[in-house]
C-alpha cells in the first residue's frame, strides 16, 4: 500500500497563508496523480487541486488565483501553497494519490484541519 502523510494545517486569520505537504511512502510506486480534496461543513468532499505526473493539473475555481499546486518528484511530495486564505476555505484536507498497480488504486490521507477566521 501507499500511506499519505500530511502535514502544515492550522489556523489562520482570513487573508492569511498556509502551506500544505503531503508525502507518499513509497518512492518506486508509479503515482499518476496528486493532490488535495478537502471537506467543508455542509459540504461534499470537493477537488481542491490535483497534479498529474505528466505535469497536467486541475483546481477548483474557487481557489484559481489563490492557491498554487507543486509536486517534489525526488521526494514523492505535493505541496499546496495557499494565499489570501477565506473563512469558506475552512475544512479538512485530505491529500489523494492515484496509484498504478496494473489497475488503477486510490489512496487517502487522514486529512488535516484548516481553519480560517473571520
Known amino acids: 500500500q501507499v500511506q499519505l502523510v500530511e502535514s502544515g494545517g492550522g489556523l489562520v486569520q482570513a487573508g492569511g497563508s498556509l502551506r500544505l505537504s503531503c508525502a507518499a511512502s513509497?518512492?518506486?510506486?508509479?503515482?499518476?496523480?496528486m493532490g488535495w480534496y478537502r471537506q467543508t461543513p455542509g459540504k461534499q468532499r470537493e477537488l481542491v487541486a490535483v497534479?498529474?505526473?505528466?505535469?497536467?493539473?486541475n483546481s477548483s475555481d474557487s481557489v484559481k488565483g489563490r492557491f498554487a499546486i507543486s509536486r517534489d518528484m525526488a521526494r514523492n511530495t505535493v505541496l499546496l501553497q495557499m494565499d489570501n486564505l477565506k473563512p469558506e476555505d475552512t475544512g479538512v484536507y485530505y491529500c489523494?494519490?492515484?496509484?498504478?498497480?496494473?489497475?488503477?488504486?486510490?489512496?487517502w490521507g487522514q486529512g488535516t484541519q484548516v481553519t480560517v477566521s473571520s
Open positions: 489523494y494519490a492515484k496509484v498504478w498497480w496494473g489497475r488503477v488504486v486510490e489512496y
Open positions: 513509497r518512492t518506486k510506486a508509479d503515482i499518476r496523480a
Open positions: 497534479k498529474s505526473s505528466r505535469g497536467a493539473s
